[in-house]
């Protein structure tokens, strides 16, 4: 079912480019960006289009909830990475969430995130795709750069989206390290760079594959998988030379930045 899309929309910005890429785009459709900042490393380029950016930890809800209704939102779209670690770090968690995290069952990704959608629903506010404005960066299928994949590394690609998948399933972590269809790492609450870090030391640093998918039931409102050059960078350094993602299912933040570094460094991005 389509949704009617408001000319004025919210944007609850995590880290990364991401955020940027989204108010960017929204701004070049005629939507107004309404901006609530949960990280200080984009915040001065989301100014650029946003007509208004609020500062505030992830764990103010209060403040937050009082800025939505004071500035009659209807609809947002959460995106950028907000790490896990906060809740064991608890900076600046007002009382509605440590309320909100005390009744939770479980404080994996997607229930903290379901809570979150619920209360937003309670307040009569829409949580929309998280890709609704940058449909152009998701992956198409194939080999994106110039590097081909040799026989070995699809064996090894093969086994780690069986793998990723079947961790999904457990909402555990999108990515794994597999070597000589071995597993080498999968990913927990450290995050795909410091996934890749350790699977690549882990492996000798030479001959690791990297693989990457949404979850088997993936809600589009959060958590979408996105790999950047960054992602990249951390390959270089850690030795890997092939990462593969979920095709139609994975955001590529600045495609052609990316696919530039990996043809540049001899990395294989591909999409399957």
């Not at 608890?90 to 509605?96: Q, V, Y």
């Not at 958590?223 to 590529?252: F, H, Q, R, S, W």
Request: aromatic content about 4%.
């Amino acid at each position: 079912m389509s949704i009617v899309l408001d000319k004025r929309q919210c944007l609850i910005a995590g880290d990364g480019a991401l955020p940027v890429a989204v108010a960017k785009a929204a701004q070049e459709n005629g939507f107004e960006m309404i901006a609530i900042s949960l990280s200080s490393d984009n915040r001065n380029q989301l100014k650029k289009y946003c007509s208004k950016v609020y500062n505030f930890g992830p764990g103010e809800i209060l403040k937050i909830k009082r800025t939505l209704r004071n500035e009659n939102i209807t609809q947002l779209t959460f995106i950028g990475k907000v790490h896990k670690g906060l809740l064991l770090r608890c900076p600046k968690f007002d009382m509605e969430a440590l309320r909100l995290m005390k009744e939770a069952q479980r404080l994996n990704d997607d229930a903290v995130m379901l809570i979150i959608v619920d209360q937003l629903e309670e307040m009569g506010i829409t949580v929309l795709d998280q890709t609704i404005f940058i449909k152009n960066l998701i992956a198409p299928p194939g080999v994106l750069g110039i590097h081909e994949p040799d026989a070995e590394q699809i064996v090894d690609v093969e086994y780690g989206y069986w793998l990723a998948k079947e961790m999904g399933k457990l909402d555990v972590g999108q990515s794994v390290v597999i070597k000589n269809k071995m597993i080498m790492a999968v990913e927990a609450i450290e995050g795909t760079d410091k996934c890749i870090e350790r699977g690549c030391k882990l492996g000798g640093r030479k001959d690791v594959v990297i693989v990457k998918v949404s979850k088997p039931t993936q809600d589009k409102r959060f958590d979408i998988p996105a790999v950047g050059v960054n992602t990249l960078k951390v390959m270089k350094k850690y030795g890997a030379k092939i990462i593969a993602v979920e095709a139609n299912e994975t955001i590529l933040v600045n495609q052609k930045e990316l696919i530039d570094y990996a043809n540049k460094h001899n990395i294989i991005v591909m999409a399957v």
